[in-house]
Nanobody
Framework: QVQLVESGGGLVQPGGSLRLSCAAS????????MGWYRQAPGKQRELVAS???????NLIDSVKGRFTISRDNAKNTVYLQMNSLKPEDTAVYHC???????????????WGQGTQVTVSS
C-alpha cells in the first residue's frame, strides 16, 4: 500500500504563486510516474502534469510556461510549482502515484486526498 500526503494548496490572488508537494510513503519498490490531476466544479478531471522517475515531464497546454513539475526520487516526492495563477486554475488538485511495492510488484495507481487551490481576487 502507498500513502500520498499532499500540501501547499490555498487561496491566492490572480498572478500569485503556490507550490504543491506530494510525498509517497510505504514499501515502494519502484515509481513509474507521479503527477497532478485537477477537477473544477462542473468539469471533468484532467491530468495537469506528470513526471517519470527518470525526469521526463508533460504539461497540458493551458499551464505550459506557468507551471513546473519536479521530483526528488530519494524522497519519493513530487512538486508542482504554479506561477501566474489564473482563476481558471481553481480546482481540487489530486496527486497520483503509479508504481509498485515490494509486496505488489505489478504497477498500480494510488490517489491522494486532494488539496484545494482557489485563485480569486
Amino acid at each position: 500500500q502507498v500513502q500520498l500526503v499532499e500540501s501547499g494548496g490555498g487561496l491566492v490572488q490572480p498572478g500569485g504563486s503556490l507550490r504543491l508537494s506530494c510525498a509517497a510513503s510505504g514499501s515502494i519498490f519502484s515509481i513509474y510516474s507521479m503527477g497532478w490531476y485537477r477537477q473544477a466544479p462542473g468539469k471533468q478531471r484532467e491530468l495537469v502534469a506528470s513526471i517519470t522517475s527518470g525526469g521526463s515531464t508533460n504539461l497540458i497546454d493551458s499551464v505550459k510556461g506557468r507551471f513546473t513539475i519536479s521530483r526528488d526520487n530519494a524522497k519519493n516526492t513530487v512538486y508542482l510549482q504554479m506561477n501566474s495563477l489564473k482563476p481558471e486554475d481553481t480546482a481540487v488538485y489530486h496527486c497520483h502515484f503509479y508504481g509498485s511495492t515490494w509486496s505488489h510488484r505489478s504497477s498500480f495507481g494510488s490517489w491522494g486526498q486532494g488539496t484545494q487551490v482557489t485563485v480569486s481576487s
